[in-house]
């Protein structure tokens, strides 16, 4: 091999490393519970105004009392590095130690509590929308998880609207979405090149419809009506549990005991992929951190195992199941994967998670591709959340702006 063909083939593996599209980071059994979130009560992808304070909590259970410390990076649209230098998107500095710490009380599982704030005094301001990633690393720098956020303007205004399917082979499974981005005395040069738009559904960055242009341009409007490009899979309403109370069986637990840790042994879920939509209030994946007798539920609710079980049907036997939730960040990993009890017919899983109130479901996993309704179903009735994104990048600039967002529920679905 010549030197020059081996300077080629080094050249393309490491811009194909360096544009590569960056994929979240899991954290190691021992964090737990990462809270992430912007202006809301619940854990939730943060979507924040540009300005708004951004908090990110989590637990770790090892004792150590480890230093931990986070890093701030922007990307553009598609997730992709930016060219954006630190000076011109973060203000003050990162790489700093999370020194917000409080260790547990009053729990069978000791851990330590760490919170960060955004903005603090060092990291003093966030100064340009667009997609960021925080990762925090351990003392000895090695990268211990990442989280995915967004920050955006209000440049433009966008509504969002909620529709059955066009195609009749669907109208009674999927929701289709429906945009109109209205930019007002906002300019935007050549819109079908410059303009993209991200859908996201329940949070859950997963299964978003990215790279989405205008269909039409009518004067200051940009209308988005397609129907298979838009539409989701409407899935069904969460299964849930809490056991705020660890000492009792509430909601969704069949019953407990105390080892090491307390167990809560959940009933066992019926696929619902052939059962009627039936309605029942949820958090669309959600969950709350809570112990009815705590004070303080961020250091005094307790870590208790969990059992999930799914009782399986022929059509499940062989596949690749997980339990599915922002509890775990939508992971589908071996911590979430179920194992098959042939001698019950039922799937388990048994996971280590904080006190509270959980939203979860059950999906499979084929080839790659997520299917929440191979279990679960798919109704068109179902209550979800959809974010919009709208990313602009003028001619000539080196980033992508984050100008609109907008927010829809299927609550009022209509035809």
């Not at 298979?228 to 849930?240: I, V």
């Not at 879920?269 to 009815?292: C, E, H």
């Not at 961020?298 to 199941?321: C, M, P, Q, R």
Request: net charge negative; proline share 3%.
């Amino acid at each position: 091999m010549t030197i020059l063909n081996r300077f080629v083939l080094v050249f393309c593996f490491i811009s194909s490393f360096v544009f590569a599209q960056i994929e979240e980071i899991n954290p190691p059994d021992y964090i737990k519970t990462i809270i992430f979130k912007s202006n809301t009560d619940l854990s939730q992808l943060p979507i924040l105004k540009l300005g708004e304070a951004i908090q990110l909590s989590f637990d770790a259970l090892n004792g150590n009392e480890d230093d931990y410390y986070y890093k701030i990076d922007h990307y553009n649209y598609d997730w992709t590095p930016s060219q954006l230098m630190k000076p011109e998107f973060l203000e003050g500095f990162d790489n700093q130690r999370i020194r917000n710490y409080e260790n547990s009380y009053n729990t069978y599982q000791i851990y330590s509590h760490y919170k960060l704030t955004i903005p603090n005094r060092f990291t003093k301001s966030l100064k340009v929308s667009g997609n960021y990633i925080i990762s925090v690393f351990n003392n000895d720098d090695e990268l211990v998880f990442s989280r995915k956020f967004m920050l955006y303007e209000n440049q433009v205004n966008v509504g969002v609207t909620l529709k059955r399917a066009r195609d009749l082979q669907f109208v009674e499974q999927k929701q289709r979405v429906e945009i109109l981005v209205n930019t007002g005395s906002s300019t935007l040069n050549n819109p079908s090149q410059t303009v993209k738009t991200v859908i996201i559904k329940n949070n859950n960055l997963k299964t978003a419809i990215n790279n989405i242009k205008p269909q039409y341009t009518v004067g200051s409007q940009l209308i988005y009506r397609y129907d298979k490009e838009t539409s989701f899979w409407a899935g069904n309403e969460y299964f849930y549990f809490e056991n705020k109370d660890i000492r009792a069986a509430n909601t969704g637990v069949q019953y407990i005991d105390l080892k090491d840790l307390y167990h809560s042994y959940l009933y066992t879920n019926l696929p619902r992929n052939n059962s009627p939509y039936t309605y029942f209030p949820d958090i669309n994946g959600n969950y709350a951190v809570l112990n009815i007798d705590a004070e303080d539920s961020t250091i005094e609710a307790d870590y208790v195992w969990v059992h999930f079980s799914l009782k399986a049907t022929d059509n499940l036997l062989g596949k690749d199941i997980y339990v599915y939730g922002n509890f775990n960040n939508f992971s589908l990993d071996a911590e979430t994967k179920m194992q098959f009890d042939a001698q019950q017919n039922t799937y388990f899983k048994s996971l280590l998670l904080k006190q509270g109130f959980y939203n979860y479901k059950y999906i499979t996993l084929n080839n790659g591709t997520i299917n929440e309704g191979e279990i679960g179903g798919n109704f068109y009735q179902t209550e979800n959340n959809y974010k919009v994104l709208v990313y602009y990048r003028d001619l000539g600039a080196r980033y992508d702006k984050i100008i609109g967002f907008g927010e829809g529920t299927s609550v009022n679905i209509s035809n």
